[in-house]
Nanobody
Framework: VQLQASGGGLVQAGGSLRLSCAAS????????LGWFRQAPGKEREAVSC????????YYANSVLDRFTIFKDNSKNTVYLQMNSLKPEDTAVYYC????????????????WGQGTQVTVSS
């Protein structure tokens, strides 16, 4: 499966962005899909993940109640709605996929899209 991430940009603190991760090559059904981010000088970390078959989700504590992950089966796309953005959310955001259920361990993902930059100004 190929993954294409989009939707990043520059936004002021308190603003919102929606990231999209479009899967192609095959249906994303049966995959776990996740959003990860990497800030300069920091390790890549899990932000939010979803098991496409069951809808089970995971959120990092730092984004809980601000970010929402959801999918559109008809478009083979997973979204990350990001509200109440903070400067510390600034990072390159990546979508990734793995067969089976979602995991929050970045090492368990085999398929990676290109990153999309999110910059939150204070």
């Amino acid at each position: 499966v190929q993954l294409q991430a989009s939707g990043g940009g520059l936004v002021q603190a308190g603003g919102s962005l929606r990231l999209s991760c479009a899967a192609s090559g095959r249906s994303f059904s049966g995959y776990g899909l996740g959003w990860f981010r990497q800030a300069p000088g920091k390790e890549r970390e899990a932000v939010s993940c979803i098991t496409t078959r069951t809808g089970e989700t995971y959120y990092a504590n730092s984004v809980l109640d601000r970010f929402t992950i959801f999918k559109d089966n008809s478009k083979n796309t997973v979204y990350l709605q990001m509200n109440s953005l903070k400067p510390e959310d600034t990072a390159v955001y990546y979508c990734a996929g793995r067969l089976g259920s979602m995991r929050y361990d970045v090492r368990s993902y085999n398929y990676w899209g290109q990153g999309t930059q999110v910059t939150v100004s204070s």
